[in-house]
């Protein structure tokens, strides 16, 4: 963390969902190494949380694990408060949470895709508007997507299409509240190697999609991460409902 700059985001305290793993920690650890102060939230992997909150405060940052299930919308305002109560404040979020599945077109569940809903997109939609309730004009909410969204694979129909609809909300949370000088942006990941993507998709499959990429290989978590931090900074001011692809040149 030392080899990045400090102070793009200083002073600043932000709410990463998801973080107690893959991108998530990668972002929350980026955020702390520029100046942040990071609510690590998880939902019932405490020994991962803990370690990245361990692993931020040997280096010096100031970071809190924070339990809470984003697919329920009855947890949502629990967090925002209690990241509130331990940092003081919350200018930036990540609605990094998510899960997907691998799951044939016919083989697809109502249970299935109510999961997926609730954890991709419901949790979107209720933790931005409980979180901009407590912000102050300068903060900023950003949205992973996926380039999954610019493909079709019917392997990943429902976890795609909650990604589209983040995107989707991307563009009007932003437009409702501009006028409270909140910007809403999203980042769409290509190919990430996390333990995720390697739950889902064959190490064959993974093999060809890096040799296809223009830099040849799959993305890494902190190629992500440094993207969500600029965009939650002021640096990136003039940019607001936009989806920001990070894929090394993938297409698909």
Same mark, same amino acid.
Request: charged share 15%; net charge neutral; glycine share 10%.
């Given at each position: $963390?030392?080899?990045?700059?400090?102070g793009r985001?200083?002073?600043?305290? !932000?709410?990463?969902?998801?973080?107690?793993?893959?991108?998530?920690a990668?972002i929350?650890?980026?955020?702390?190494?520029?100046?942040?102060?990071?609510?690590?939230?998880?939902? =019932?992997?405490?020994?991962?949380?803990?370690?990245? &909150? =361990?692993?931020?405060? !040997?280096?010096g940052?100031?970071?809190?694990?924070? #339990?809470?299930?984003?697919?329920?919308?009855?947890?949502?305002?629990?967090l925002?408060?209690?990241?509130?109560?331990?940092?003081?404040?919350i200018?930036?979020?990540?609605?990094? !949470?998510?899960?997907?599945?691998g799951?044939?077109?016919d083989?697809?569940?109502?249970?299935?895709?109510?999961?997926?809903?609730a954890?991709? /997109?419901?949790s979107?939609?209720f933790?931005?508007?409980?979180a901009a309730r407590? /912000?102050a004009?300068?903060?900023?909410? &950003?949205?992973?997507s +996926?380039?999954?969204t @610019?493909?079709?694979?019917?392997?990943?129909?429902?976890?795609?299409?909650?990604?589209?609809? &983040?995107? $989707? /909300?991307?563009? +009007? /949370?932003?437009?409702a509240?501009?006028p409270?000088?909140i910007r809403?942006?999203?980042v769409?990941?290509g190919?990430?190697?996390?333990e $995720?993507?390697?739950?889902?998709?064959?190490p064959e499959?993974?093999?060809?999609?890096?040799?296809?990429?223009? #830099?040849g @290989?799959?993305? #890494?978590v *902190?190629?992500?991460?440094?993207?969500?931090?600029?965009?939650?900074s002021?640096e990136? *001011?003039?940019?607001n409902?936009?989806t920001?692809?990070a894929?090394? *040149? #993938?297409?698909?």
């Open positions: $963390m030392s080899d990045v700059p400090v985001l200083a002073g600043k305290v !932000a709410l990463v969902t998801g973080a107690s793993r893959g991108i998530g990668a929350a650890e980026r955020m702390v190494a520029e100046g942040a102060a990071v609510a690590v939230n998880y939902v =019932a992997n405490e020994t991962a949380a803990n370690a990245v &909150v =361990a692993r931020i405060r !040997a280096a940052g100031t970071a809190e694990a924070i #339990q809470g299930d984003v697919s329920l919308v009855a947890s949502v305002a629990p925002i408060a209690e990241t509130i109560r331990r940092l003081g404040r200018d930036v979020l990540v609605n990094n !949470a998510a899960v997907s599945a799951i044939a077109f083989a697809v569940t109502e249970a299935d895709f109510d999961r997926l809903v954890t991709n /997109m419901k979107t939609l933790l931005s508007q409980a407590a /912000m004009p300068g903060s900023a909410i &950003v949205n992973v +996926s380039i999954g @610019r493909g079709a694979n019917p392997m990943t129909l429902v976890y795609v299409a909650t990604k589209a609809a &983040v995107e $989707m /909300m991307t563009i +009007s /949370m932003a437009r509240l501009g409270r000088g809403v942006v999203a769409a990941p190919m990430t190697d996390t $995720m993507l390697r739950s889902v998709i064959a499959i993974l093999a060809e999609a890096a040799s296809r990429n223009t #830099q @290989r799959l993305g #890494q *902190g190629d992500i991460a440094s993207v969500v931090a600029f965009l939650a002021d990136a *001011g003039w940019i409902g936009e920001i692809h894929n090394g *040149g #993938q297409r698909g």
